[in-house]
């Protein structure tokens, strides 16, 4: 059948068991054929060519966006690129052509990025159209290395590979990211090679403005929905599990067998995503199946996410959180019965471009909860102007997700298994059909209520 997979930055790096237990597990012959690989860079290459996703260390990126001398880290970039094509020669990459590749694309790249520094430096532009520009540059140099590489290896082991690089990097014409996919797939027999595509697209609405790093997963789904696979497949180092094996111990959790959409949009949004929201939106609109899968543990089949999987047992399926929030809590006594101030407070958030995870209300107070990274002191500073007292404070998030637990009594016993700890619940809610109940603590607590909740649930 036709898959369309794709290999994450930190599966990439391991290529030898990728090749091992992706490609070549339990297939020979024409059952290597017939699969579509998007491919991430590999691991920590994005983080140089931008910025570190979790600490926000700068890359090559914001050299040129704070205006400073890029091409040293540029050519750093070339000895590091090189550096791992060289740990890949014992698994039959062609090293100089590898090391031929990356330095003329870096060094194309180079007078792309010297032409939008000099308009930069004129002053008669928009700034952030030029440094969107750089960034979708930057960006592409990472897959097409990595995808460069796995083909050469699969190449040279005798392997039929078709390299498809979407990066666009010589090609002028203008393409939306749908019709590059289209036009760069639509020679290809798919039965007689192993399709290895580039996670960056290139098109005109600029993926790393509609998407930042989550493109390439967009990529993966665009494909699947192009070519209408009977599956699409995401490998990652790890199993989707009921909760973190590294703090409930891998005897405590196992992976999740089934669930749904929905549940993958929960996860999603509090920071543990199964795939990027708006690359599972298509997915799920076309009835397209995805299975998640362990690169590590190749016979074991994973999680599959359907449209209309439900639980046929009334139970708690992932325990989940994060450390990462605020809550921000908005007190005025003129609130009560008064008609629009939840909406006047969203209209700030919508003009400092914050979004929110978690919401509640009461008479004369509105507590909502955004990521750290959104938190910005010009927006407190606005809802001051506007109302009595606003308090914010750091704060941890655990929630309780899945298909089907609307029962009775499952509030009380969550409530109970944190109480049993010492843990103060300091805020918690749901929706109507109780998909994801969250709960708001201190963050010390974090670890031991994670522990707690699954102990009791899972």
């Known amino acids: 059948m036709l898959t369309v997979e794709k290999i994450g930055g930190t599966s990439m790096t391991a290529l030898n068991d990728v090749i091992k237990n ?18 991430s860079a590999f691991s920590g290459v994005t983080n140089l060519l931008l910025e570190d996703k979790k600490t926000g260390e700068p890359g090559v990126y914001h050299k040129l966006a704070n205006y400073k001398d890029f091409h040293k880290p540029l050519k750093a970039l070339i000895v590091k690129l090189k550096q791992i094509n060289k740990s890949y020669e014992s698994l039959g990459l062609d090293i100089a052509e590898a090391d031929k590749f990356i330095e003329q694309r870096i060094n194309d790249a180079k007078t792309y990025l010297e032409n ?24 592409s140099i990472g897959e097409s290395h990595s995808a460069f590489n796995f083909t050469n290896i699969l190449q040279n082991m005798g392997i039929n590979a078709t390299f498809v690089d979407l990066s666009g990097f010589h090609d002028p014409r203008s393409f939306t990211i749908d019709q590059r996919i289209k036009k760069d797939l639509q020679h290809i027999d798919f039965k007689s090679t192993i399709t290895i595509v580039t996670g960056y697209t290139k098109g005109t609405e600029g993926i790393m403005r509609e998407f930042d790093r ?29 909760a973190d094996p590294e703090l409930v111990g891998v005897d405590n959790c196992f992976p999740v067998g089934n669930t749904n959409y929905d549940v ?48 046929d047992k009334k139970r708690v399926e992932i325990i989940t959180g994060t450390e990462r929030v605020i809550m921000i809590d908005i007190y005025d006594p003129s609130m009560v019965g008064n008609v629009g101030t939840d909406f006047h407070i969203m209209q700030l958030f919508y003009k400092f471009g914050v979004s929110y995870t978690f919401k509640a209300t009461s008479a004369n107070s509105i507590s909502i909860v955004i990521w750290d990274k959104d938190f910005n002191k010009k927006l407190i500073q606005e809802l001051e102007n506007d ?46 059909r109780k998909v994801n109940i969250q709960f708001l603590i201190a963050r010390e607590d974090f670890k031991e209520a994670i522990k707690a909740l699954n102990k009791v649930m899972i």
């Not at 339990?26 to 054929?33: A, I, M, N, S």
């Not at 990529?219 to 070519?227: D, E, G, L, Y």
């Not at 199946?289 to 999680?303: C, V």
């Not at 704060?395 to 843990?423: E, F, H, W, Y």
């Open 22 to 39: 992706i490609i070549l597990f339990e297939r020979t012959g024409e059952q290597l054929y017939n699969r579509i690989f998007v491919v």
């Open 214 to 242: 989550g493109y390439s997963e967009v990529t993966f789904s665009k494909i699947a929905v192009a070519v209408k696979p009977q599956e699409a497949i995401i490998h990652k180092e790890y199993h989707l599990c009921t």
């Open 116 to 139: 939008l520094a000099n308009i930069l430096a004129s002053g008669y532009v928009s700034k952030d159209g030029i440094l969107q520009a750089a960034r979708e540059i930057l960006a």
């Open 387 to 432: 109302y009595e007292k606003v308090t914010v404070e750091k704060m941890a998030m655990v929630c309780l997700i899945g298909s089907n637990m609307d029962q009775p009594g499952l509030l009380a016993r969550s409530a109970t298994a944190l109480a049993q700890k010492g843990i103060n619940i300091k805020s918690c809610g749901f929706a109507l």
């Open 264 to 311: 993958a949009d929960q996860l999603a949004d509090v920071g543990m995503e199964a795939i990027h929201p708006k690359a599972s939106k298509p997915l799920e609109i076309n009835n397209i199946d995805l299975r998640i899968k362990n690169t590590f543990q190749p016979e074991h089949p994973g999680t599959l996410i359907t449209r209309e999987y439900f639980c």
